[in-house]
C-alpha cells in the first residue's frame, strides 16, 4: 500500500467509524485512533511521511474552524473567568509540574526541553474534547466549557513550546522577550482574524453564490493560520477571530437560507473527514515512535508514567477548587457562566481533558540539532519527549475516550432538556411575535383579502407551534396538529409524483438525442422542489 493509497483508507474509516461508534456508544475519534495503530503494525502499511510541520497547518485550521461556528463571542465574553483559569493559568501549571518531573527523571533532557514537553503535552485538545464529550449526551454548557478550553489552551500552550524550543536551539532565554511575544502573537492574531474575516464577509457579498461562497470558507481559515504565523502571531488564535467574525450577527445574511445550509453541510463533512484523518495519523505514527527510540522505549517507562499521572492528576487538583469557586461566584452574583454546577460535572470535565493533534504534531517538529551558538548537535532528549508526548495522548485519548461514555452514565450527568426547551419556547415566542409584527405592517400598506390575512395569520401561530408548541392554547396546538398532519400528507403525496417524476427524467438521460446537460437542469429543478416540499 502506497501513502495515496493509505490516505483514502483513513478516509474511508473516517466516514465508516461514525455510525460504528454511534452503535457502539463509542467515541469515532478514538476508533480512528485505535484503527490508525492496527495499521501502525501491518508490515505491509508505510510509514507516514508528512512533515510534521505541516500537520498542524493542514489540520488545525479546517478543525478549528467548524468547532468555532457552534459557539459565539458573546459565549466567549460569559465565560472569559473559566477560558482563563483553564486555558491560561493551568496551561502554566501543567507545563511547569510536567518540566519539573521530566527535568528530574529523564536524564539529559535539560531544563528548555523539559519546558517544550510540558508545553506540548498540556493543552487538552479542542477537537477530541468536542468529538468525544459532545456526544455522550452531556449538557451544553458543559461542551461549551471544554469547547472553550480548547480553543484557547493551544494558544497559550504553542506560544510556550517556541519559547521552549528557541531557548534550547540558540541557548539564550529573556523572560521579557518571552512575555512579549505571548502579548505580540496574541494582538497579532487577533488583528489578522478581524481582518480576514472583514474581508471574506465583503467577498462573499460580492461572490453571491453559495458554491464560491462556500469554497471561500474553506480557504479563509489556512489564510487566516499562515499570515497570523508569518507576522508572529498565533496561528490558532487569529483562525478563531476569523470564525467568530464570521458567525457573528454583523457577518450573517439571515436570509440567505441556500448559501447558510449549503456551508453547514460541507463544514459538516469537513469535520468529518480532517478529524477522522488527524485521529488516525496519530495511531499510524506509533510505529514511527517505537522505531525512534528503539530500545530506549523501556527506560522511559517509568519517566513516561510519571508525566501522566501528573497531566492527569494536577487537572483534577486543578478543577476541584476553581469549579468551587466559580460555583460561589455564580450563586452570588447570579454570573452567566458555562461551569460545572456540582462534584459530578467536575469529575466529568476532568476526565475529558484529551491531548491529541497539536501534542503529537508538536512533539514531531521538535528540531532535530542545536544551532552552532548552543553547541551544535542533536537535540537532548528528542527521542524521550517524543515518546513521553505520545504516551500522554495515548493514555489520555483512548483510554479516557473509551470510558468517558461509562463515567457520563455512572454519575448520572445528563443534558439539560428542561432548559433548552425553555430556550426554545423563548425563541418560538420572538418569532411569532416577529411574524405577527411584520404582517401588521404589510396590512398597513397592502390592501389584502380576508382569506389571504387569515391564512398568513395561522402560519404565524404555525411557525412558532412547530418550534415549541407549548406556547400556544390546547385549541390552538389542537388545529395546529391537524394542518400539520394535511400538510405532512400533501407533502407525502407531493414526495411520491416528483418520485415518478424524476424516475422518467432519468430514465431520458441513456435514450438517443436527449441533451444530458438539459436533462440535469430539469432534474435540478424537480430536486429543488422536492427540497421545498411544493
Do not use: C
Not at 505491509?44 to 478549528?64: A, G, K, Q, T
Amino acid at each position: 500500500m502506497d501513502q495515496l493509497a493509505l490516505f483514502f483508507a483513513l478516509l474511508l474509516a473516517a466516514v465508516v467509524m461514525v455510525p460504528l461508534g454511534d452503535k457502539l456508544n463509542l467515541p469515532s475519534p478514538v476508533l480512528m485512533t485505535l484503527f490508525g495503530g492496527v495499521l501502525a503494525v501491518v508490515p505491509s502499511i508505510p510509514n507516514v511521511s508528512l512533515p510534521p510541520e505541516y500537520i498542524l497547518p493542514l489540520v488545525l485550521p479546517p478543525l478549528i474552524y467548524a468547532a468555532a461556528q457552534r459557539t459565539s463571542w458573546r459565549q466567549f465574553a460569559a465565560n472569559k473567568r473559566p477560558i482563563f483559569l483553564m486555558a491560561v493559568a493551568l496551561v502554566f501549571v501543567t507545563t511547569a509540574a510536567v518540566a519539573a518531573v521530566a527535568n528530574a527523571l529523564v536524564p539529559g533532557l535539560g531544563l528548555a526541553g523539559a519546558v517544550a514537553l510540558g508545553a506540548l503535552v498540556a493543552p487538552p485538545d479542542p477537537v477530541a474534547a468536542t468529538a468525544v464529550a459532545g456526544n455522550v449526551g452531556l449538557p451544553r454548557r458543559l461542551v461549551s466549557a471544554l469547547e472553550g478550553e480548547g480553543l484557547f489552551n493551544d494558544v497559550t500552550a504553542i506560544t510556550l513550546y517556541h519559547v521552549a524550543i528557541a531557548a534550547a536551539v540558540t541557548g539564550s532565554f529573556s523572560l521579557p522577550v518571552a512575555a512579549g511575544e505571548l502579548v505580540l502573537s496574541g494582538v497579532v492574531a487577533v488583528a489578522v482574524g478581524l481582518g480576514l474575516g472583514w474581508l471574506a464577509n465583503k467577498l462573499m457579498s460580492y461572490l453571491g453564490d453559495a458554491t464560491l461562497q462556500t469554497g471561500l470558507t474553506l480557504l479563509v481559515p489556512f489564510a487566516s493560520y499562515v499570515l497570523a504565523e508569518e507576522l508572529m502571531g498565533s496561528g490558532v488564535l487569529g483562525v478563531l477571530t476569523t470564525a467568530l467574525y464570521l458567525a457573528s450577527g454583523h457577518a450573517v445574511d439571515a436570509d440567505d437560507v441556500q448559501g447558510r445550509l449549503a456551508g453547514q453541510t460541507f463544514w459538516q463533512i469537513v469535520d468529518t473527514l480532517v478529524t477522522g484523518i488527524a485521529f488516525g495519523l496519530i495511531g499510524l505514527e506509533l510505529h514511527t515512535i517505537f522505531g525512534t527510540v528503539q530500545q530506549e522505549w523501556r527506560q522511559l517507562l517509568p519517566a513516561a508514567g510519571a508525566v501522566v499521572g501528573v497531566v492527569v492528576v494536577l487537572r483534577l487538583l486543578w478543577l476541584l477548587p476553581t469549579a468551587w469557586l466559580a460555583q460561589r461566584l455564580h450563586r452570588r452574583k447570579d454570573l452567566d457562566e458555562d461551569i460545572p454546577r456540582n462534584w459530578r460535572e467536575t469529575v466529568v470535565v476532568w476526565w475529558s481533558g484529551m491531548r491529541g493533534v497539536a501534542s503529537v504534531a508538536l512533539a514531531l517538529a521538535v528540531p532535530l540539532s542545536l544551532e552552532p551558538e548552543a553547541g551544535g548537535g542533536a537535540f537532548p532528549g528528542r527521542e524521550a519527549i517524543i515518546f513521553i508526548a505520545f504516551a500522554v495522548v495515548i493514555v489520555t485519548l483512548v483510554f479516557q475516550g473509551l470510558t468517558l461514555p461509562w463515567l457520563v452514565n455512572r454519575l448520572n450527568v445528563q443534558a439539560d432538556s428542561a432548559a433548552e426547551r425553555e430556550v426554545e419556547r423563548q425563541l418560538a415566542v420572538r418569532v411569532a411575535k416577529a411574524a405577527r409584527k411584520r404582517l401588521r405592517e404589510i396590512e398597513e400598506v397592502e390592501d389584502l383579502p380576508e382569506e389571504v390575512s387569515e391564512a398568513l395569520a395561522r402560519r404565524v401561530w404555525d411557525m412558532g407551534a412547530r418550534i415549541s408548541p407549548d406556547i400556544v392554547d390546547d385549541e390552538r396546538r389542537a388545529a395546529h396538529r391537524k394542518r400539520v398532519d394535511r400538510l405532512q400528507k400533501m407533502r407525502r403525496l407531493n414526495g411520491e409524483l416528483l418520485s415518478a417524476a424524476r424516475h422518467e427524467v432519468i430514465a431520458a438521460r441513456g435514450e438517443a438525442g436527449v441533451d444530458p446537460e438539459v436533462v440535469d437542469r430539469v432534474l435540478h429543478q424537480l430536486d429543488v422542489r422536492s427540497f421545498r416540499g411544493v
